[in-house]
């Protein structure tokens, strides 16, 4: 399957397993196993969208906003629950103005999740833990 690189976004082909101890970047050779959620801008968001064969949960937020910084910490704890199982990444729209339009984000925080580079759910507003959890399995 094809997996983006956390670190350096190049793409990487791995063999499908239920769970990984070790795996590398074949460019940048750090691991893909980190969970730590990947900031995408304007530049690479097409790139990361469409060379990822896992779920890529876009968390959609701003430096401002209170709720998003209230949810960074839950975000950040649900993602160490899916390494190799989804990316997930976060767009600051006070910077990517354009790629909030693109996507119309009203309201943040609000989450994306692509499959297949298609968007497949749209969720606005902090979730919990355990509810974020359980959206993001749908897709895997």
């Known amino acids: 399957m094809r997996v983006v690189c956390p670190h350096c976004k190049s793409v990487n082909n791995i063999p499908y397993k239920d769970s990984y101890k070790k795996a590398n970047c074949g460019k940048c050779k ?6 730590k959620p990947t900031e995408l801008n304007e530049f690479n968001f097409d790139e990361v969208i469409v060379n990822s064969e896992i779920p890529v949960v876009v968390d959609f937020w701003a430096p401002w906003c209170g709720p998003c910084k ?3 910490p839950t975000y950040e ?15 600051n729209t006070e910077n990517e103005q354009n790629l909030g ?3 119309g984000i009203r309201s943040i925080p609000t ?3 692509f499959k297949d580079a298609k ?22």
């Open 30 to 35: 750090s691991s893909l196993l980190d969970t």
């Open 119 to 140: 968007e497949v759910k749209r969720v606005s507003g902090a979730l919990d833990e355990t509810s974020l959890n359980q959206l993001v399995s749908q897709f895997i």
């Open 70 to 72: 209230m949810f960074a």
């Open 101 to 103: 339009a693109r996507f």
């Open 77 to 91: 704890k649900s993602a160490k629950n899916f390494p190799l199982k989804a990316l997930y990444t976060k767009v």
């Open 111 to 113: 989450l994306i999740v």
